[in-house]
């Protein structure tokens, strides 16, 4: 069977403003010394490796055919808004629309020529992925506008302006049926959908719609509406006659894109911490499939003419192409940075990604249905003799943006890398670490580990979505996307791991065992705690955290291994032990509402003070920036962050650096003292734990109340509700 093509075939380039303000106050009782503040933008090594190379299929190599190249000077490149984060296409005038959020504006791109033929200003921030409706019968465009409560309208034709519509509190993803001229607005802080019917211009009803709904999609054939909850972890299902929910059903963690296929009567929901992709049969409303695709997924979008849909990974940087026929993934498309919204035109077969980190748009062309010649270089019209400038391989490669093997925001080294196959080192040509092996590499929380000594801590983690294709009580083997990678000298299992079970990016998968009848239930030699990592069938040159491995010869002599890491400029040596970080658990780019998981109420500043010492409580949503808060990770650490109001710039605090329970947390001119240091503690089930890093207590809801205005305080560390927080993106 034929592969089907896949490039990125325009990148329209987006103008990107960010501005935060800081501000001063006079302080009530200092926390520490205010210091000037920077804001981010051997003893024997462990040798160890089964005796023999356990079986590695070779992975599936794309063949010359199976490449689709591209010239990039023969694409446009245009200036747009900033932070585009929801795209919408009309099919019927082939022109798409890409809501910029930080701009104010919607950008309007000629889907032939690839060029912005238009620049619409809205209302402040239109919304996030999905937050673009287009009703290709009556060439109106509605667009979200967050701030302002309302959605504008637009005439596709004069691209102005005819309507502004007031809607709920929020508003975020649209959703249209260009049959009934109905539009659903999804309203995240009132917690429903405004129906507004498409003829006049009115909210016509009013749906309640779980927790925080986001994300709307619409089946226009059986007049049936999706809506996203990603506190709820549902969807919940309109009937479009009546405006009655009609069904809900439960999916993965955090949801937040949805798109359509009215042929197949295919629902297709992305789940943020779940990295996957749950389907939905239309006639049942009950899940039929869960697909494994990036890091973060967001966007979705759907072709009902190829059947394929497209979703954006946010932290992969890459788009999941999955059959809708298989459900699986058949192609792995690398993008601009954090893409977040996708949109199709089922007429043209290309695919509209908004990436909000790079501020592009990728256009990908999916090759059915293209005319002409069936060649990579006849694909839009390209000479062969083009040298191409962008190309995809379609299966066998690690997905762009893969983490390292050990949590996110920690930094581990490397204490054995390929080999020579000498025997210098310990490790003849039979070894795994033999480089014509396809090398392998041991890695450690730190040099120097000791037998015996606490490793509960000391996690193993898979670098991406995949399934676990081999387990036993020490290892683990992985299909990452159609790679086998191997982890090796485990202790503590998990129990969910288990043979031809999906497991998601980051997801734990053991410890490092600290004994040697642990670390060889599959032989081989261990002296000391380290993980035995191999990705097969080669890790020459593959990437993880943005670390670039490399076998290099020059270094061949008996006291260290020849392997080298390389990133930003810098290059290290095994034999270096230089800590390879991996990235932060929160996204330090973006502004997060941090909601109670005990009374679902954000955090917020009383007042909108930007004095130290304003105290900060619990609140309804309402939408202003006092309920906003930003990260900034602290380089060398293991995720621990200071907690910066979007509001004031300044930091989450404990009162006088307290170690009293109950001490209150309120904001303060960011420093550098430990009470301002918060340990982010990844929950996996999409909640997070706080822990202050000079009391090692938790962030947490004074008589775990659930009234409004009730204090933020630090507590002795429990598992219970008013200790933990859902992270919401805004």
């Not at 585009?84 to 022109?95: D, I, K, L, S």
């Not at 600290?514 to 035995?532: D, V, Y």
């Not at 780019?589 to 900060?616: C, E």
């Amino acid at each position: 069977m034929k592969s089907k093509r896949f490039t990125v075939v325009a990148l329209i380039s987006i103008c990107a403003s960010l501005v935060l303000s800081a501000c001063t106050a006079p302080s009530p009782q200092a926390p520490g010394a205010v210091k000037p503040l920077t804001t981010q933008g051997s003893t024997e090594r462990a040798k160890a490796e089964p005796t023999a190379a356990l079986s590695a299929p070779t992975a599936p190599q794309a063949a010359a055919s199976d490449l689709i190249g591209l010239k990039q000077a023969a694409v446009a490149t245009v200036p747009v808004g900033s932070s585009p984060n929801a795209v919408g296409v009309n099919p019927t005038t082939n022109r798409v629309y890409v809501a910029n959020y930080d701009g104010n504006t919607v950008s309007v791109i000629d889907g032939t020529s690839n060029t912005v033929v238009a620049t619409v200003p809205v209302g402040s921030n239109p919304s996030n992925p999905s937050g673009v409706g287009v009703n290709p019968t009556t060439n109106r465009i509605y667009v979200a506008n967050y701030y302002n409560n309302t959605v504008s309208v637009i005439d596709g034709t004069s691209n102005t302006v005819v309507a502004t519509v007031p809607v709920g509190s929020g508003p975020d993803g649209v959703g249209v049926n260009p049959t009934t001229h109905r539009v659903y607005v999804a309203n995240y802080y009132s917690d429903n959908v405004s129906v507004i019917d498409g003829a006049s211009n009115t909210v016509v009803a009013t749906v309640p719609a779980g927790s925080a709904p986001g994300y709307v999609g619409v089946n226009s054939t059986t007049n049936r509406v999706y809506v996203t909850s990603e506190i709820s972890n549902t969807v919940s299902v309109i009937d479009g006659a009546s405006s009655i929910v009609v069904a809900t059903v439960s999916v993965g963690k955090t949801p937040y894109g949805v798109g359509v296929n009215p042929t197949t009567n295919r629902v297709y929901v992305s789940n943020f911490y779940s990295d996957n992709v749950s389907v939905i049969d239309g006639a049942s409303n009950t899940i039929v499939a869960t697909v494994p695709v990036g890091s973060n997924p967001i966007g979705v979008g759907v072709s009902p003419t190829t059947h394929r849909v497209y979703v954006a990974n946010y932290h992969s940087d890459t788009v999941s192409v999955i059959d809708g026929a298989s459900n699986t993934v058949v192609a792995t498309v690398p993008v601009g940075s954090r893409p977040n919204a996708v949109g199709v035109n089922p007429t043209t077969n290309r695919v509209y990604v908004a990436n909000e980190g790079s501020n592009i748009v990728s256009v990908i062309q999916d090759g059915v249905g293209l005319t002409g010649s069936d060649t990579p270089g006849d694909v839009l019209g390209l000479a062969t003799s083009e040298a191409p400038a962008t190309s995809v391989l379609l299966g066998g490669e690690l997905d762009r943006g893969f983490q390292m093997p050990y949590q996110l925001g920690e930094s581990w080294v490397v204490v054995g890398g390929f080999s020579n196959g000498s025997g210098n080192d310990g490790r003849d040509k039979t070894s795994p670490h033999y480089y014509k092996n396809g090398g392998a590499l041991d890695f450690a929380p730190r040099n120097n580990m000791r037998i015996g000594e606490d490793t509960k801590d000391m996690w193993v983690v898979a670098i991406a979505p995949g399934t676990v294709i081999d387990k036993k009580d020490c290892y683990v083997q992985i299909d990452h996307n159609s790679v086998k990678v191997e982890y090796y000298h485990l202790a503590n299992v998990q129990g969910d791991i288990s043979i031809g079970k999906g497991v998601f990016a980051n997801q734990k998968l053991g410890v490092i065992a600290n004994n040697s009848k642990q670390a060889l239930c599959n032989g081989g030699r261990w002296e000391a705690p380290h993980l035995h990592f191999k990705i097969y069938p080669n890790m020459e040159g593959q990437s993880l955290a943005g670390w670039v491995i490399h076998y290099d010869p020059r270094l061949d002599n008996p006291t260290h291994d020849s392997t080298t890491f390389t990133k930003g400029g810098s290059t290290f040596r095994t034999d270096q032990y230089h800590p390879l970080d991996n990235p932060p658990n929160i996204d330090t780019n973006k502004a997060y509402n941090i909601t109670s998981v005990n009374s679902g109420k954000l955090l917020g500043l009383v007042g909108i003070s930007v004095a130290d010492g304003a105290r900060v409580t619990q609140e309804d949503k309402n939408g202003a920036t006092s309920q906003k808060w930003r990260f900034e990770f602290l380089e060398g650490t293991t995720n621990v962050y200071r907690i910066r109001s979007a509001l004031t710039d300044k930091c989450l605090t404990v009162n006088g650096a307290s170690l009293d329970g109950g001490a209150e947390v309120f904001q303060w001119t960011c420093n550098d003292d430990d009470s301002q240091k918060w340990k982010a503690i990844d929950l996996e089930d999409g909640q997070f734990k706080f822990e202050v890093q000079h009391s090692k207590q938790d962030l947490a809801i004074a008589e775990s109340s659930l009234e409004t205005g009730a204090r933020l305080i630090q507590w002795s560390p429990l598992d219970i509700a008013d200790q933990k927080w859902m992270l919401q993106a805004r």
